[in-house]
């Protein structure tokens, strides 16, 4: 009985000893460097939004916050890089939703698992449009659903697996259009052959086309959002004008490992969410047409959810498959 007495009275002590070093992790954070990995290339909206926030959070904590782009893989080589890492929250994921909504479905292998990242911050929003080249026939979204079905066209996007692509499946699924698909390494191609009336319509974001709508290169017709763009408000929404519910957002997610611990990524959401609310990181984003967000850990962690729940049926309906 004494031997039993005596392991139960140190365990009990163990117990005791890590409770408070627990409670006291997000107290003591962050005490040494953040690196945040972005899974694309430098100077889009991702990458952007990454560094504003590494800004932020440098100045408020005096700690050093690096932004390192590590590219490739359709950003599973980033992914599955932060999937490894320590749980501390000294490593962080930035990435555009199809790390998280759509890989899964997308590749027949990955070596980790996008569904066990645990969710930190939306870092930014983005409004998708839909767009058509400047000489087409259909000025609204009725218009080219009509024009899709009397005429074989095609779409651009930014690649297989990419939000453009999606996107577009989800409107030819809705509207039983049948438009060829035609994929570019990137948006600035997929947008310049839309301008050179090389391809006739596609989704992409805000901020890639604005100034090609603005100089008459191309025609906006319609948002893929949940109400009308702030900086286009003639521009109607394909919600009000075609398909009640349709909606494509991008956003820009700030990851960590699995089993980071909740009161360290707590205190992280709570300082973005606070920077984002200032007058200084509002106009920064703003001048990348993208919006700040205010969700919280929970709310975030279920809309991710929702999102791959959608996009997951949408490439299974379609039987779109990627290959690394």
């Known amino acids: 009985m004494v031997k039993f007495r005596c392991f139960f009275a140190v365990t009990g002590s163990l117990l005791l000893l890590a409770a408070p070093a627990a409670a006291q992790s997000a107290a003591n954070y962050p005490n040494k460097p953040i690196r945040i990995v972005v899974s694309v290339a430098a100077g889009g909206g991702v990458d952007l939004s990454a560094r504003i926030i590494a800004n932020h959070l440098q100045t408020l904590w005096g700690q050093p916050v690096t932004v390192e782009n590590r590219t490739g893989g359709s950003s599973n080589i980033a992914g599955e890089a932060v999937w490894r890492s320590a749980p501390d929250g000294y490593t962080l994921l930035a990435t555009p939703p199809n790390t998280l909504t759509a890989n899964s479905a997308l590749f027949s292998k990955l070596n980790y698992d996008p569904a066990t990242f645990?969710?930190?911050?939306?870092?930014?929003?983005?409004?998708?449009?839909?767009?058509?080249?400047?000489?087409s026939p259909a000025k609204t979204v009725p218009e080219l659903i009509a024009h899709a079905k009397a005429n074989k066209l095609s779409y651009a996007s930014q690649g297989n697996g990419s939000t453009s692509h999606l996107t577009f499946e989800l409107f030819k699924s809705r509207t039983g259009i049948q438009v060829t698909h035609v994929?570019?390494?990137?948006?600035?191609?997929?947008?310049?052959?839309?301008?050179?009336?090389?391809?006739?319509?596609?989704f992409c974001d805000l901020g890639t086309i604005l100034q090609l709508h603005r100089g008459n290169r191309v025609r906006i017709i319609a948002a893929a959002t949940a109400k009308r763009i702030g900086l286009l408000p003639e521009i109607p929404t394909i919600d009000e004008t075609a398909l009640p519910g349709f909606?494509?957002?991008?956003?820009?997610?700030?990851?960590?490992?699995?089993?980071?611990?909740r009161d360290v990524r707590e205190?992280?959401?709570?300082?973005?969410?606070?920077?984002?609310?200032?007058?200084?990181?509002?106009?920064?984003?703003?001048?990348?047409?993208?919006?700040?967000?205010?969700?919280?850990?929970?709310?975030?962690?279920?809309?991710?959810?929702?999102?791959?729940?959608?996009?997951?049926?949408?490439?299974?309906?379609?039987?779109?498959?990627?290959?690394q």
Do not use: C
């Open 118 to 135: 645990e969710p930190v911050a939306i870092m930014a929003l983005g409004a998708n449009i839909l767009a058509v080249k400047n000489d």
């Open 183 to 202: 994929p570019y390494k990137g948006a600035a191609p997929a947008v310049n052959d839309l301008a050179g009336g090389h391809v006739d319509t596609m």
């Open 247 to 261: 909606n494509s957002t991008t956003f820009f997610a700030l990851m960590a490992p699995p089993k980071t611990p």
């Open 267 to 323: 205190k992280l959401n709570k300082s973005i969410v606070a920077a984002m609310r200032t007058a200084e990181v509002q106009e920064k984003l703003k001048s990348i047409f993208v919006d700040p967000s205010d969700l919280d850990v929970d709310a975030m962690d279920k809309f991710i959810k929702s999102e791959a729940k959608l996009w997951g049926g949408v490439i299974r309906a379609a039987k779109i498959t990627v290959e």
